[in-house]
């Protein structure tokens, strides 16, 4: 987690929302990093979550990431929790909960979801309290 604390710090640097992910080989060795790039890249789909996983699949030669596990510092939106089941990932670690977006048990419940094929593991609420203070000083600064 504390690597994808710094992956979030890093997105300040361009004004995207301080949220980081790393994606770890069944070994724990790190095959993903990502942050938020939406702004900067002017992408819509630029969430943290996703860059890890794309360049976790680069490295693996593969998209599916059995074995893995992503972390990332906020609970994943739907698009993300999409992802995240479609990508195979056996675990998914993750710091504070959206209450205004999370779907990994906020709002929805993506990746437990009986219908769907794959169901992570989830594991909530490392460094919660870390994640949250990035967040909160990033908004407070923005809203003024």
């Not at 030669?61 to 929790?81: D, I, S």
Request: aromatic fraction near 4%; glycine fraction near 10%.
């Amino acid at each position: 987690m504390r690597l994808a604390l710094a992956e979030a710090d890093a997105a300040l640097a361009t004004e995207d929302v301080p949220i980081g992910a790393v994606v770890l080989s069944p070994t724990g060795e790190v095959i993903g990093a990502g942050r938020n790039v939406r702004e900067a890249d002017h992408d819509p789909t630029g969430h943290a979550e996703v860059v890890a996983l794309r360049e976790a699949a680069r490295a693996r030669g593969e998209w599916r990431l059995e074995g893995c596990t992503l972390v990332v510092t906020l609970e994943p939106c739907t698009m993300c929790a999409g992802a995240i089941v479609l990508s195979r990932l056996q675990r998914l670690v993750f710091g504070a909960y959206d209450e205004k977006a999370g779907a990994v048990g906020s709002l929805w419940d993506v990746v437990r979801d009986r219908r769907l094929n794959h169901r992570p593991e989830v594991v909530a609420g490392v460094l919660a309290e870390e994640s949250t203070q990035r967040l909160d000083a990033f908004f407070a600064r923005h809203r003024g």
